[in-house]
């Protein structure tokens, strides 16, 4: 079956500590996407990619960093900068980086530092 | 810059009952319309997509939008709602670029 995994569903992290989420396509999909979501305030987007070694900062970029070396991964890591990590985030993929294209949701990852 | 707007935080309706999700956007280019579902824990799933031609679009479950320009609404309705119809709905724009913006969502509640 085709579609995007996040592992794991629900970590736990120190204060202070880097910690790296994952993200794996077998779509095929050329665009991919971290989003942020916490209560009330729908999803923000965190860090996309539009083609393999390439991405960009979206709107809360600060605090977080990715690597896309590979067309069907996209992991982020979520530093010891980013004041207030607790959230539940979203990875998605697009066929391609197009306005138009629908984009196609994980099931999440739920963070919690201690 | 883009932005979306949902009115309503929270909807309550009872089983079998007709329900709308308002939703008004902004954008000073023509956009795309989205509406995604979200279940507890789970990721978004597409409900349905404006990109042009009829402004009435149908989606998966029954849902419908209808996409009024002038007004600069998208807002989803169904006829008769099921208890499975509770979830977060959230409304997207997407301009000429690929980044979707989002709103704030509304949690749609039937009750028996």
């Known amino acids: 079956d085709g579609g995007i995994t996040q592992s794991p569903k629900y970590l736990f992290r120190k204060e202070g500590q880097n910690v790296t989420l994952s993200c794996e396509q077998n779509l095929n999909h050329d665009a991919m996407y971290w989003y942020r979501q916490d209560p009330g305030q729908g999803l923000r987007l965190i860090y996309y990619s539009q083609i393999v070694n390439d991405f960009q900062k979206g709107d809360i970029a600060e605090g977080y960093s990715v690597s896309r070396e590979k067309k069907e991964s996209f992991p982020l890591t979520v530093t010891s900068a980013q004041k207030n990590p607790t959230a539940f985030y979203l990875c998605?993929?697009?066929?391609?980086?197009?306005?138009?294209?629908?984009?196609?949701f994980g099931p999440g990852t739920r963070l919690t530092v201690l | 810059a883009q932005s979306v707007t949902q009115l309503d935080s929270q909807v309550p309706v009872f089983e079998e009952a007709p329900v709308e999700l308002r939703c008004n956007y902004s954008s000073s280019v023509s956009v795309y319309l989205f509406w995604y579902v979200q279940y507890p824990n789970q990721g978004l799933q597409l409900l349905l997509k404006?990109?042009?031609?009829?402004?009435l679009v149908k989606g998966i479950n029954g849902f419908e939008a209808e996409f009024n320009k002038s007004q600069t609404s998208f807002h989803l309705r169904k006829p008769s709602v099921h208890i499975s119809d509770t979830a977060e709905y959230f409304c997207a724009v997407s301009d000429r670029g690929s980044r979707l913006t989002f709103g704030e969502g509304t949690q749609l509640t039937v009750n028996p």
């Open positions: 998605a993929s697009s066929i391609f980086p197009a306005p138009a294209d629908t984009q196609y």
């Open positions: 404006y990109l042009s031609g009829s402004t």
